[in-house]
């Protein structure tokens, strides 16, 4: 039993019996979507069509900051599924509100990919290698504070634009070097370009990097629907568990995706582990707390108690810990 896979423009006439995935246009969202729509597809035998929508932070050259950060790349897809031109979206769980969208729920999050950031940097070198007053680009201010945590000697710059722009800045020579997601120069194989990894214990990466959420309009996720299936087939308990416990951090301290927080939750040996920093923008001062959790099973319901459970323990110890003085938090709604 194996479904096809294509891809239509958004007005594409509707085909009955064919499961219809909105994405935006970028090649990372497409990648990525293509990735998931071939594992339900393969798992569920239905034909999938990839339908292609464009977001505000896909037509707009602003900071990501100064767009609002969370929200820029979902709203436009959101939009699609609860006016029915689609049946699910495929979002990157880091650009995801953590607020809930009316009418909406997140039915699946697939197995994660590589969480950590990375180092794209001319002449193989590394964070530890590069020259004082190197230039490196990003435009993430959680990657700002801990790049200049760890050398406040560089020149960090913003910059937009998606991975193919960003590595030909450094090629061409206008940057010394960028950060990226692992998982996404994973999915555009462009692992080739990586100098350096950034290891999780020591640079914590955006709550949810590295996992994709599959949307759906509420009710579609129960029963035993075409919707539902799909949802079931790609579903990964323990990423789903973890990136939950994550996000549980950027909403109790109402943060928003361009808060300087990072945080990282893994399920191992029985125990969900959560541990998240806020920073200083300027990376001169940090604050951490980690705790751990038993849920009761590895099933995904005590998984999710577990979740929320350990998340909130964290964002009280952060905010006695006077996170909210440290760091302008903004909204994550």
Not at 26 to 31: G, K, P
Not at 237 to 250: I, M, N, P
């Amino acid at each position: 039993m194996s479904g096809a896979v294509t891809r239509v423009d958004g007005d594409a006439e509707r085909r009955e019996g064919v499961l219809r995935v909105g994405t935006r246009g970028s090649a990372l969202a497409v990648a990525q979507t293509t990735a998931v729509a071939e594992s339900i597809a393969r798992a569920t035998g239905l034909d999938v069509e990839l339908v292609t929508v464009t977001t505000q932070g896909d037509t707009s050259r602003e900071s990501l900051a100064q767009l609002g950060g969370t929200g820029v790349f979902a709203t436009a897809l959101r939009d699609a599924l609860l006016a029915g031109d689609v049946d699910l979206v495929v979002h990157s769980l880091k650009d995801l509100p953590t607020a809930p969208a009316t009418g909406l729920v997140v039915g699946a999050i697939p197995k994660r990919a590589d969480a950590r950031d990375a180092l794209a940097a001319r002449d193989g070198l590394t964070l530890e290698t590069l020259p004082e007053g190197a230039r490196v680009g990003t435009g993430s201010p959680r990657r700002v504070a801990q790049l200049k945590s760890q050398r406040p000697d560089l020149d960090v710059t913003d910059l937009r634009g998606n991975v193919d722009t960003r590595l030909r800045m450094v090629a061409e020579g206008e940057l010394d070097a960028v950060v990226l997601a692992a998982a996404g120069l994973t999915r555009l194989g462009r692992l080739d370009a990586v100098t350096d990894y950034f290891p999780l214990s020591l640079m914590p990466t955006a709550p949810g990097q590295g996992a994709l959420a599959l949307e759906v309009r509420a009710g579609d996720e129960k029963g035993r629907g075409p919707i539902a299936r799909a949802l079931a087939a790609v579903d990964h308990v323990t990423t789903h568990a973890s990136v939950v416990a994550e996000r549980h951090v950027l909403a109790g301290l109402e943060a928003g995706c361009a808060a300087p927080i990072g945080a990282t939750a893994i399920v191992d040996d029985g125990l969900l582990f959560l541990t998240a920093t806020v920073y200083r923008p300027d990376g001169t001062e940090r604050l951490t707390a980690s705790h751990a959790a038993t849920p009761d099973s590895l099933s995904s319901a005590h998984l999710q108690e577990a979740a929320l459970d350990v998340g909130a323990r964290v964002v009280a110890e952060l905010l006695q810990a006077g996170a909210a003085d440290l760091a302008p938090l903004g909204s994550s709604r």
